[in-house]
């Protein structure tokens, strides 16, 4: 076993201190707490960032456009916005997105598009409501009736359409 290894995870760190550090995660230890409102951390470096807050010190400042941050990650992300970079592609549809957050985001409505399959045709869907409203299309339910001449229509969308022939007429 490596010198600063830790028994819990099994992961080693070249000095003893981060050791102790890491080590806090497992315990749930939280020595650095902050004076203004008693909020408690497990690395003194995240108090230091959180005192930020109740300081208003914003020591990382954007050379484009001037804005600051209280955090250098939040700076870099910021400065992808200027330019124009977008290193995180969807392997499913190739659209690309400056920040990890956006493609998560991004790639979980892929997946819940596949979620609700309709059986017969194949066509699936986010959510069960949608799910069912397509089961009406299948079933020739048409819940839309206009009240100007009573033709119904199968989507709401579609309805409003047509109501729009209604105004050209008048």
Known sequence: EAPNTCRECGKSFRYRSAL???????????????????????????????????TGDMPYKCPDCGKSYRVRSTLLRHQKTHTGERPYRCEECGKTFRHSSQLARHQRRHALKHKHPYPTCGK???????????????????????????????????????????LKQK
């Open 20 to 54: 102790v550090s890491h080590q806090r995660i497992h315990t749930g230890e939280r020595p650095f707490r902050c004076q203004d409102c008693g909020r408690r951390f497990n690395r003194h470096s995240n108090l230091i960032t959180h005192r930020r807050i109740h």
């Open 124 to 166: 699936s869907f986010s959510n069960h409501p949608r799910l069912a409203k397509h089961r009406g299309v299948h079933a020739g339910e048409k819940d839309y009736p206009c009240p100007d001449c009573g033709r119904s229509f199968n989507h709401r969308s579609n309805l409003l359409v047509h109501q729009r022939s209604h």
